[in-house]
């Protein structure tokens, strides 16, 4: 059993005390940042073949009444617009963010910022994956908080976490992050 999926068996292991519920989880960022990669290595699914995102993936993994449906949504520039047709009753956002990708920043910065001001997810708490930490050139979480002004984000929990989606390195503190907010949100 993966590191990550361990992450996320711990992470239903926690929530079994709570009512039956769903919890809608939407994931995003740019093209290439490791959405689909990091939602594979969540549901221990073979990471080695992955192609862009075209439309969305839906995974649901399901115990003791408590299921987590992750829809992962293509991040190419001409997909990001129907982004918030996705929005609607969401419990929690997860933005990933190629942290060795420096050209990119600004513009995953500019998406993030957009998001955070969207109607319908306000006061969403919101988990930050610093992903491909495994890359030389990777750049520190704290430091893409900083270019992020995550620090401005005042309506909301966040959570900003080094990751590696490939390794499954940083997956787990994540995911317990998750668990620990949804839960203190549905009560």
Known sequence: MGEAQKGLLSVIEKLKGTTEQEV?????????????????????????????TQGFNIKSVASHGMKLNVWDIGGQRKIRTFWKKYLENT???????????????????????????????????????????DLATASPASEIAEGLNLHTYRDRVWQIQACSAVSGE?????????????ANKKK
């Not at 290595?41 to 862009?52: F, G, H, K, R």
């Not at 969207?118 to 969403?124: I, R, S, T």
């Not at 503190?173 to 949804?182: A, K, P, Q, S, V």
Request: aromatic content about 4%.
């Open 24 to 52: 809608r989880i939407v994931l995003l960022g740019l093209d290439n940042a490791g959405k689909t990669t990091l939602l594979k290595s969540l549901a221990s699914e073979d990471v080695n073949t992955i192609t862009p």
């Open 91 to 133: 419990d929690m956002l997860i933005y990933v963010i190629d942290s060795a990708d420096k050209k990119r920043f600004e513009e995953t910065g500019l998406e993030l910022s957009e998001l955070i001001d969207e109607e319908n997810l306000k006061g969403v708490p919101v988990l930050i994956f610093a992903n491909k930490q």
């Open 170 to 182: 940083g997956v787990q503190d994540g995911m317990n992050w998750i668990c620990n907010n949804i």
